[in-house]
């Protein structure tokens, strides 16, 4: 059979590649015509590794093959696809080679018939190992990920304060053990942040479509859901840590750690390159969680500004003007009609799709009265104004409707703008009952008292003491942090609420004023 050519190693000479690195054929298998068939011989390369280190032989691919094909399809489409007439293992098998994805060698010869067996044996590359497996992966693997990492800002607290500890003992041992783990941790949270931010970019570029409505909202929820609340809690505790703990990071200690994680006869060289990258991951620690524009802040408020746009969008998709629109359907007819090979069809094709309505005829009142004796057919055609081009049969024609009675609604809505009111002022009222407590002694929140204390936690922001005027400027609020960084749980309607042990103050901000 005639085969399409697959020569991507034959490009012309490009400047560039002299200077930085340039082609690289390892994944030319993914794009070939023959995509198919060489991802089933990679992926059965691949699973073999698990089980073998010394490859595999031609007739153990094409067996291994035979049971991939049995598992995915019909056992008459699988012998069909592997049929050495329509199926060119050996070619296959040989272009992978050239391509640096497999490894070929000949096993040595011992005996006569060996020399008369193919005696070829494949293995996969490891660049074209690790190049499968990231490709083959679930798109939704960085998510699963990131979902066993819902504490990772509570673990790096305190992953920290004990690698302070051993720090200040001396305990470089216990230190490096501390610190690989917060190694394992940041690296975690890199990825899964990363994985979000890909997913921001890719649904907010373009235009809004349902796909996208969707990436969005799963990425806002598994944020909210995993991250939301623990980097607003531990962020300021870790940026605290990190910020008392830098001075004392000087080099001797960090090569005493690195050197507490590693054999006592490790090479100069092995400890440098350690001690290059756990620096590297404390510096990356500083810029996530230290100062008001660390990259957990910067990656909270890019959450925050997506609840705009997602409404925005989801507006835009639902809103047809109370009406249902033909607009897709019309625009696929008229690309058909546009495509058709001559008139006659576009006639018959037009009428198939528009015959099922009866013709309708709008009557215009006449300029002229003797108009009014012109037969329609013989009439001068009349002009179709924009608004009832707009607006179709729901022009001003026949009885004008009556016009709709929000009474009811509007009496309705003055009630509940009033309960909530009422509601409001008696969560301020309880609230203000509680001021001066620490929040681990308080009782049950209400839907409301919940909802004014995040209003006041939402103003007041700042370090270890926060304090801040209402926007409506009628409360004045004071947060100040516990001295031993306790925890607080609140219980509401809806579920727990965790935050710091705060010392809650609340008093009415005329009250403070009359008082200075």
């Not at 000479?13 to 690195?21: H, K, R």
């Not at 291994?64 to 995915?72: I, P, Q």
């Not at 070929?104 to 497996?133: K, N, V």
């Not at 001075?247 to 100069?268: F, I, N, S």
Request: glycine share 6%; charged share 25%; proline share 4%.
């Amino acid at each position: 059979m005639t085969e399409p050519a697959e020569l991507f190693e034959t490009t012309g000479v490009d400047a560039w590649a002299a200077w930085v690195p340039g082609q690289d054929l390892v994944p030319a298998y993914l794009v070939s015509p023959f995509a198919a068939q060489y991802r089933a011989v990679v992926e059965v390369m691949l699973d073999a590794q698990d089980t073998s280190l010394t490859g595999l032989s031609y007739d153990e691919v094409a067996a291994a093959l035979r049971v991939w094909l049995g598992e995915r399809v019909d056992a008459v489409v699988a012998d069909r696809l592997t049929d050495p007439d329509g199926f060119a293992l050996e070619a296959r098998l040989e272009r992978l080679v050239r391509w640096g994805v497999l490894t070929r060698w000949q096993e040595p010869a011992r005996t006569g018939e060996d020399f008369l067996r193919r005696r070829d044996r494949y293995q996969l590359t490891p660049i074209a190992a690790r190049l499968h497996s990231f490709w083959s992966s679930e798109l939704g693997a960085e998510e699963d990920a990131a979902a066993d990492l819902t504490l990772a800002p509570r673990a790096i607290r305190d992953r920290l304060s004990a690698f302070a500890e051993a720090i200040a003992d001396r305990n470089y041992p216990a230190a490096a053990s501390e610190f690989q783990q917060i190694i394992t941790l940041h690296h975690g949270m890199a990825v899964a942040a990363r994985s979000w931010q890909r997913s921001l970019a890719h649904a907010l570029s373009g235009g809004p479509d349902p796909d996208k409505q969707d990436v969005l909202w799963r990425t806002l929820q598994s944020y909210i859901g995993m991250w939301g609340e623990q980097v607003d809690i531990h962020t300021p505790a870790v940026a605290d840590l990190i910020a008392e703990l830098g001075p004392q990071l000087t080099t001797p200690v960090w090569q005493a750690c690195v050197r507490g994680a590693l054999a006592e006869d490790a090479a100069d060289e092995l400890v440098q390159r350690q001690l290059q990258r756990w620096v590297h991951t404390w510096n990356a620690l500083r810029e996530w969680f230290a100062g008001a524009d660390g990259q957990a802040r910067r990656l909270r408020k890019q959450l925050r500004d997506l609840v705009a746009p997602w409404a925005r969008n989801m507006h835009i998709l639902m809103d047809t003007g109370g009406a249902l629109s033909r607009r897709g359907e019309l625009l696929t007819l008229a690309q058909a009609i546009e495509q058709a090979p001559d008139d006659r069809t576009a006639v018959r094709m037009w009428d198939t799709a528009t015959g099922v309505f009866a013709a309708r005829h709008f009557l215009i009142a006449a300029e002229a009265s003797e108009d009014n004796a012109s037969a329609w057919a013989d009439a001068a055609p009349a002009p179709i104004t924009a608004r009832f081009r707009e607006h179709g049969h729901r022009a001003a024609v026949g009885k004008r409707p009556a016009a709709i009675d929000n009474a009811a609604g509007r009496s309705a809505a003055r009630q509940a703008r009033a309960a909530a009111l009422a509601a409001q002022r008696q969560a301020e009222a309880t609230l203000s009952a509680r001021s001066g407590t620490s929040m681990v002694d308080w009782e049950p929140l209400s839907e409301q008292e919940f909802g004014f204390l995040r209003d006041l936690l939402s103003v007041a922001r700042g370090g270890a003491a926060r304090s801040a005027v209402t926007e409506d400027g009628r409360w004045q609020v004071n947060f100040t942090s516990p001295d031993d960084e306790s925890m607080a749980t609140l219980y509401t309607p809806d579920g727990r609420f965790i935050t710091r042990n705060w010392h809650f103050e609340l008093a009415s901000a005329d009250s403070r004023r009359a008082d200075r």
